[in-house]
T-cell receptor, first 115, second 112 residues
């Protein structure tokens, strides 16, 4: 089956620093990847759609300068949380859409804690 | 705005009991997916239903898509502790089939 790997799985950073989260499709090419945020015991909220070779599309209310997304290759998208604050602490999940398919595969998520 | 309302929000049952989780909307969907998510992990796709009235079975799990393709249900027979998790329904967003709208989620706990 298709595998999507997120790294790191957990990260703790100091307030004011930046953190980069990687999302890789290991055995397929993904022209589109999605980034979600999830609060404890809540559903997934789409933050942005990442398209390979072009600018990401952000959902309303998501600050594009704070959540930088880069999708430089067909197997890698990165989310950088810039100048992190404690309120950015959350579970971030990516998913990748296989070329020519409608089914998206999810990474295992990244638990970000800003102290 | 497409909203997927799930009920119940929380469910705690004893091993061996049956349960049903509902996913309702006022919108019509071309398809609908069910996921299960365990703590600290990403969601895992259980099933995709595409035809109104469709019923799909996955071992002890039975999924049904409403005739009007506005709602869906997930029935679990003889629940086991391993079924514990957050169950999410999701459907393609109107105007962008690649993006998913997720339901509000049902947190299921099966006690041994």
């Amino acid at each position: 089956g298709a595998v999507v790997s997120q790294h790191p799985s957990r990260v703790i950073c100091k307030s004011g620093t930046s953190v980069k989260i990687e999302c890789r499709s290991l055995d397929f090419q993904a022209t589109t990847m999605f980034w979600y945020r999830q609060f404890p015991k809540k559903s997934l909220m789409l933050m942005a759609t990442s398209n390979e070779g072009s600018k990401a599309t952000y959902e309303q209310g998501v600050e594009k300068d704070k959540f930088l997304i880069n999708h430089a290759s067909l197997t890698l998208s990165t989310l950088t949380v810039t100048s992190a604050h404690p309120e950015d602490s959350s579970f971030y999940i990516c998913s990748a859409l296989r070329v020519g398919r409608t089914e998206a595969f999810f990474g295992q998520g990244t638990r970000l804690t800003v102290v | 705005t497409q909203l997927l309302e799930q009920s119940p929000q929380f469910l705690s049952i004893q091993e061996g009991e049956n349960l049903t989780v509902y996913c309702n909307s006022s919108s019509v969907f071309s398809s609908l997916q069910w996921y299960r998510q365990e703590p600290g992990e990403g969601p895992v796709l259980l099933v995709t239903v595409v035809t109104g009235g469709e019923v799909k079975k996955l071992k002890r799990l039975t999924f049904q898509f409403g005739d009007a393709r506005k709602d869906s249900s997930l029935h679990i027979t003889a629940a086991q502790p391993g079924d514990t998790g957050l169950y999410l329904c999701a459907a393609p967003r109107r105007g962008s089939a690649r993006q998913l709208t997720f339901g509000s989620g049902t947190q299921l706990t099966v006690l041994p």
